[in-house]
């Protein structure tokens, strides 16, 4: 991955992971596997935030409205 940024893009990273082979990922020890594994859970809570500030915004705009 090129860009900094792509580390976010989950299209990026699905493209990534699929270049590399079964093998490397077939042992839970590896470092490989341990990398796309914190790679994915970073992309998870990346995505978890991004859905937890627009709720946040939808909330605060609801309560705001008069009744």
């Known amino acids: 991955m090129d860009d900094k940024k792509d580390f976010f893009h989950i299209g990026k990273m699905t493209e990534e992971f699929?270049?590399?082979?079964?093998?490397?990922?077939a042992d839970r020890n590896s470092p490989q596997f341990e990398i796309w594994?914190?790679?994915?859970?970073l992309a998870i809570a990346q995505q978890l935030a991004v859905?937890?500030?627009?709720l946040g915004k939808i909330v605060e705009t609801a309560e705001r409205k008069p009744e």
């Open 18 to 25: 699929r270049k590399i082979s079964f093998a490397h990922l």
């Open 37 to 41: 594994d914190l790679r994915f859970k």
């Open 51 to 54: 859905i937890s500030s627009h």
